[in-house]
């Protein structure tokens, strides 16, 4: 009891510890790709530590919507995160919700981030929330579709319990897996405001959208939502190594040598997904906005493909 | 409990004593209707005897179902009423609604000008939603639901000198004889030849399968026209938004459950198994209402207008949910009906509640700012702070986000499509999935309205100076709203007790129930098995709130306080006009153009002129309405044409209308010469 | 075990043909179609060697080099040839937009399933989930044929077309190879038959097209 306690706060203290590392790690990789010497992985956790050293300059009528939501976001980012096996399944608390719960979860936390977009009643922030709303909008169909094909195959819609599946020999080789995890890619991308969706590091881009809704945002505000997007990219990272990589996950309260085992393969799961990340973004050009929906409509095209190969395969 | 073993109609009875009382209080208000305590006096009485029915529907619960029957409408028949679960869940929803909408108007309703309009028909309007539900034969109910349409219809003309009211209520009296006359044809074909009219005889009968599936399509578009499935929905965004709002909260929040209530009393009670393609109908029915209500929804900028379509949306869930059951059930499949039913049940209950928040939300604002178009509203958060607040939860439980109750109910829906989309029927097979995805888009977008609504009106800077000039509404108001965003937490947080308490819906429906909810530790909804799925909304509610409150304490003991009040910095753009700020229909657009383009025609045309040329610039939005341009408008067309053609028949000599009474004898004649 | 394998294995393959159909709806440069198609090709070529193995149906292989030789190599070099002697190097002209096509593709996916399975459930599963999967990539070709407004996309979705039947075909067990051969002849004759009705085109209607390109500004509807 107090063991498997203690493993469940340790995954969320170390989701919130890696995530800037993380973005660190993904920058690094992109300036080096470019031929750039870049700045130390370890940036993130400066810039935040700067962040939050700063005095706020809030809008003269922002409202207490505002200066809740980075908050109310981080909260709801991290209730999401702490619901993904990341190097363990099985854990204590993982019942509480399963794969369509942390989307939605996810869902609040965007639903707030758009209304304080609004809130200051400033162009950028009304263009920013439009564009995210029309990308959520095509991106939580997608992942429904690809939620099902999951479900269809593991029988259940928790994580831990796909998780277990995808690990067992049952699986086999099924063209529904590749399908969804090309579907889960793009999806993932545009949920976290990744090139080609979004370009996560310029405000001097008409097509922004993230750093749209957050321009106003300045101090201990701006350090909460940099670190939730952080936590977000971390997230995404983790539940696709845990259903389309399960290797080495440990089982909740396995003991130390399969926790161990389960941390080393999860760090080495973010290690791989960052430098591909960064490499496939150094690679690719951004989309203009209305190229987005086509690339979302083909991860939902992909979703449902998914489902009737398997309805064949399964059927006969 | 009123139950008592010796008297076991006592429930019924009381019942239908409340329902007299509410009929009574309308005539009341008919008399005191320019008195100054009318409007106290009716919807006081109106609360009470609301929380009276409510109790009582919970009550009925709980206990076996009781029939009564009564001397009343046609002497050698009499009426017949029957009070068991199903009627219990929607009469607590029903009365909940109406309870929560009578405080509202206790406040609201010294805004209205003409109480004589509104004072006599809001009982009566009550009352007959009652009587629907406890009637038990055709009669009974035919004649509730019909007095519940005019009631209602009258009520939508409170405010009748605006010709878009006049011309909403005369689409509305329309639609109402249509979803009527329907009605009455399917209860004529479930009665069967014998003729019997009650809900015990037709139970008893078991039509062949045509005739019940001809039954239930029938039923199926008089409770669809009633309860706003595409493409009957035209009339339900005029009708609702012009009544006032504690009317619309009623009308969208409760009004259409009982048109729900309707399809799932012959769907499920009175047929016996119809054919499985008629789930596959539902469903597609449902599924097209969820998006296409959502996406009307999403283009409109008219406060009322949207929760309507919104209401238009959610009744597509609803069917959704109700089709996803009959598909189960016609595959034997009875734990997977009884999860589907459970979720659609929830839903109507979930959206009674935000909905009705909602619509009253909107009438605060109405009666703060003098209009309801988004496009001249903003700011309010600033100054009605209670309203924003409480309308900020109902746009996130309508969301369907977590911990909120809308999330519960279509993660339910959810858990159904992932329980076995695999049916052996291949109709089954596409249309699950299918299901699926249109339901997740509709909860996206809906999530899209309702930032927009929300963000719209309450957020950014006052787009006219009616908006900078509101002010909070009164106690009454402010308290029906925060109770209702109250429940909607509550629900969202232990919906394991509304889930239990549909158990017995349930089990007189299908024959099995759930697994009891409340057994389960730490009240976990845990639909089939734990392996499957679980939510537990009260941990994710504890878990956000701890998070966030420990985030916060952290922040404020190492971080930096400090705190400035500056103009927007907006990219080093000056003091921009409130103007300069999204609006509706511009938030909208990226959305419109991605899904409206195709479906409803839209289109802008951008003018620019050029340079040197002083003439403004000028952007034209056009959209249209598919249903209605190819529904309706022929519809209205062929009619219009044939009157005219049939009006010269007016100006005949009365030698030729004995013409044509003598051809119509022969022709008569010969007809029964040949029949033999 | 090994009967699942091989399934698996045919499924993937298949399913991967009918990817590669729904690639080409959402393409929209043509050179990049013409890529789609290639690689269309070189799956059913390892579908069908696959089909040969299954059968130990050495003429089958023979099927899978024709495949391979004609349609995964040579037809789309002739295809990129005629692109570039064209100067076509630009997006096509789509009728209805990409959103609505897939969906119709999806549409016509499972119509081709609910048509097919039924109808042969005494087939084994290999030959049967071939079939109905075969019956969606022709009816995709087509579909890629009724959208597109330039010739050289119709010739594509022609070629998707005959991939379909090649698949089909092979996972009925009973195509012997001369129809195979004469199969492929008549796809490669009326293949220069487009081409050369193509330049025919160009010839005829060159300035149209280049109008058409002026008035295009941007992605504006």
């Not at chain 1, 493993?7 to 890696?18: D, E, H, I, T």
């Not at chain 2, 956000?544 to 971080?559: C, D, E, L, N, P």
């Not at chain 3, 012997?176 to 050369?196: C, R, T």
Request: net charge positive; with cysteine; proline share 5%.
């Amino acid at each position: 009891m107090i063991a498997s306690l203690l493993v469940q706060g340790g995954q969320m203290a170390l989701v919130l510890a890696l995530a800037p590392l993380l973005t660190g790690w993904v920058r690094k990789v992109k300036a080096r790709l470019q031929r750039r010497r870049g700045a130390s992985v370890f940036q993130p956790y400066r810039d935040l530590r700067r962040l939050l050293g700063k005095e706020v300059v809030l809008a003269e009528n922002a409202s207490w919507l505002f200066r809740v939501a980075p908050y109310l976001m981080f909260a709801f980012t991290w209730v999401a995160a702490a619901l993904v096996p990341t190097f363990a399944t099985g854990l204590m608390f993982s019942w509480t919700g399963d794969l369509i719960a942390i989307i939605a979860l996810l869902g609040a936390a965007r639903f707030l981030l758009t209304l304080a977009g609004m809130d200051i009643g400033t162009a950028f922030g009304g263009i920013g929330s439009s564009r995210e709303a029309m990308i959520a909008a095509l991106a939580e169909p997608a992942m429904l579709m690809i939620i099902i094909a999951l479900a269809l195959l593991a029988g259940s819609s928790q994580l831990s319990t796909i998780a277990r599946f995808m690990d067992s020999p049952a699986v086999g080789l099924r063209v529904s897996l590749a399908l969804a995890l090309v579907a889960f890619l793009i999806v993932a991308l545009a949920e976290n405001a990744r090139i080609p969706v979004d370009n996560p590091a310029t405000h001097l881009e008409l097509t922004m959208v993230h750093e749209a809704m957050v321009l106003e945002y300045s101090g201990r505000h701006l350090a909460m939502i940099e670190l939730t997007a952080a936590l977000k990219l971390l997230l995404m990272i983790s539940v696709i190594g845990c259903i389309f990589v399960p290797i080495g996950l440990a089982v909740g309260g396995e003991g130390p040598v399969g926790t161990a085992i389960g941390l080393a393969a999860y760090a080495a799961k973010l290690v791989v997904a960052g430098a591909l990340l960064g490499t496939f973004e150094t690679a690719i050009a951004k989309m203009r906005v209305f190229r987005v929906p086509n690339l979302l409509g083909g991860a939902l095209m992909l979703g449902l493909l998914a489902t009737l190969l398997l309805f064949v395969s399964k059927g006969l | 409990m009123p139950a008592v073993p010796s008297h076991p109609t006592l429930l019924a009875e009381l019942v239908l004593l409340a329902i007299a009382a509410l009929l009574a209080t309308g005539l009341a208000g008919a008399v005191r209707a320019r008195a100054r305590d009318g409007r106290v006096l009716v919807y006081g009485a109106c609360l009470v005897l609301c929380v009276l029915l409510a109790l009582a529907g919970l009550a009925a619960l709980a206990v076996p179902p009781t029939g009564l029957s009564l001397p009343l409408f046609l002497p050698w028949v009499g009426a017949r009423f029957r009070l068991d679960p199903l009627a219990g869940f929607f009469l607590f929803v029903v009365n909940l609604g109406g309870a929560a909408a009578s405080l509202y108007a206790l406040g609201y309703g010294r805004h209205t000008a003409e109480p004589e309009r509104v004072l006599p028909f809001y009982p009566v309007f009550l009352a007959a939603m009652n009587l629907v539900l406890v009637a038990a034969d055709a009669f009974g109910f035919l004649f509730a639901w019909e007095l519940m349409s005019v009631a209602s219809w009258a009520l939508v003309l409170a405010h009748h000198h605006e010709p878009r009211t006049r011309r909403a209520g005369v689409l509305y009296l329309l639609m109402a004889t249509l979803s009527g006359l329907t009605l009455l044809l399917g209860f004529g074909l479930l009665a069967g030849p014998a003729g019997d009219y009650s809900f015990a005889a037709m139970r008893a009968a078991h039509p062949s399968g045509w005739i019940a599936a001809l039954a239930l399509m029938l039923v199926l578009f008089g409770a669809g026209a009633k309860a706003g499935l595409v493409p009957l929905h035209v009339w339900l965004p005029e009708a609702h938004p012009a009544a006032p709002s504690h009317v619309s909260a009623l009308m969208s929040g409760v009004m259409t459950k009982v048109a729900v209530y309707a399809f799932v009393r012959v769907a499920f009670d009175l047929l016996g198994a119809p054919p499985w393609w008629s789930a596959v109908v539902v469903l597609a029915l449902g599924g097209g209402t969820a998006v296409l209500g959502v996406l009307y929804a999403l283009m409109e900028s008219d406060l009322k207008r949207l929760l309507a379509y919104s209401t238009v949306e959610n009744i597509g869930i609803i069917f959704l949910g109700l089709g996803l059951a009959m598909a189960f059930r016609a595959d034997g499949d009875a734990i997977g009906a009884a999860l589907a039913l459970t979720a659609a049940l929830l839903h109507v209950f979930n959206h009674a509640l935000f909905k009705s928040l909602l619509f009253m939300g909107a009438g605060a604002v109405q009666t703060a700012t003098g209009t309801r178009d988004l496009n001249r509203l903003g700011g309010l958060i600033h100054r009605m702070r209670v309203t924003s607040f409480v309308f900020l939860i109902g746009c996130a439980a309508i969301s369907g986000l977590p911990p909120l109750n809308g999330f519960v109910s279509e993660w339910l829906i959810f858990q159904a499509i992932l329980l076995h989309p695999d049916l052996p029927q291949w109709g089954f097979k596409v249309m699950l999935p299918a299901d699926g995805a249109l339901l997740a888009l509709a909860a996206a977008l809906a999530a899209a309205c309702f930032v927009k609504a929300f963000g719209i009106a309450f957020l950014g800077r006052p787009r006219s100076d009616a908006a900078a000039a509101a002010r909070e509404v009164d106690g009454f108001s402010r308290a029906a709203m925060a109770g209702l965003a109250a429940l909607c937490l509550l629900a969202g947080i232990f919906p394991g007790v509304v889930i239990d308490a549909l158990a017995p819906v349930a089990h007189l429906l299908l024959g099995t129930r759930l697994p009891a909810q409340l057994a389960v530790p730490w009240v976990s909804v845990v639909p089939v098995a734990a392996a499957r799925s679980s939510y537990n909304g009260l941990l994710i509610f504890l878990f956000v709130a701890a998070a966030s409150g420990i985030t916060v304490a952290a922040i404020h003991r190492f971080a930096s306080h400090a705190l400035r009040r500056a103009p927007a910095w907006d990219c080093g753009f000056p003091n921009a006009d409130p103007i300069t700020q999204y609006t509706a229909d511009s938030f909208a657009q990226p959305i419109r153009r991605v899904f409206a383009a195709s479906l409803f025609g839209a289109h802008e045309d951008v003018t620019v002129p050029p340079p040197g040329d002083t003439a403004p610039a000028r952007i034209v939005k056009t959209i249209r309405d598919p249903i209605w341009d190819w529904g309706y408008a022929p519809v209205a067309e062929w009619v219009e044409r044939t009157s005219l053609t049939l009006n010269r028949l007016q100006f005949l000599t009365i030698r030729r209308y004995l013409g044509f009474v003598f051809a119509a004898l022969v022709v008569l004649l010969l007809a029964l010469a040949l029949w033999q | 075990m090994m009967g699942g394998f091989a399934f698996d294995v045919a499924h993937t393959l298949a399913g991967l043909l009918v990817l590669a159909s729904l690639t080409m709806l959402y393409q929209n440069r043509l050179v990049a179609l013409i890529n789609v198609l290639a690689a269309q090709s070189v799956i059913l070529s390892a579908s069908v060697a696959w089909q040969a193995h299954l059968q130990d149906a050495p003429d089958l292989f023979i099927t899978a080099a024709i495949a391979l030789g004609f349609k995964a190599v040579f037809i789309p070099w002739a295809l990129r040839r005629i692109v570039v002697r064209l100067g076509l190097h630009r997006e096509i002209e789509t009728v209805v937009g990409i959103g609505p096509t897939m969906l119709a593709g999806m549409g016509l996916i499972a119509l081709s399933m609910e048509v097919m399975l039924p109808v042969t459930s005494q087939v084994d599963p290999v030959a049967r989930q071939d079939i109905a999967l075969a019956l969606s990539v022709v009816l995709i070709g087509l579909l890629v044929m009724v959208t597109r407004r330039n010739a050289v996309s119709q010739v594509v979705g022609f070629l998707s077309i005959d991939n379909g039947i090649s698949l089909a075909a092979t996972g009925a067990r009973g195509m012997p190879l001369v129809v195979e051969i004469s199969v492929a002849f008549s796809v490669l004759v009326a293949f220069i038959v487009i081409g050369i009705f193509l330049f025919r085109i160009r010839e005829r209607f060159d300035t149209v097209d280049s109008g058409a390109l002026d008035a295009f500004r941007g992605d504006r509807r």
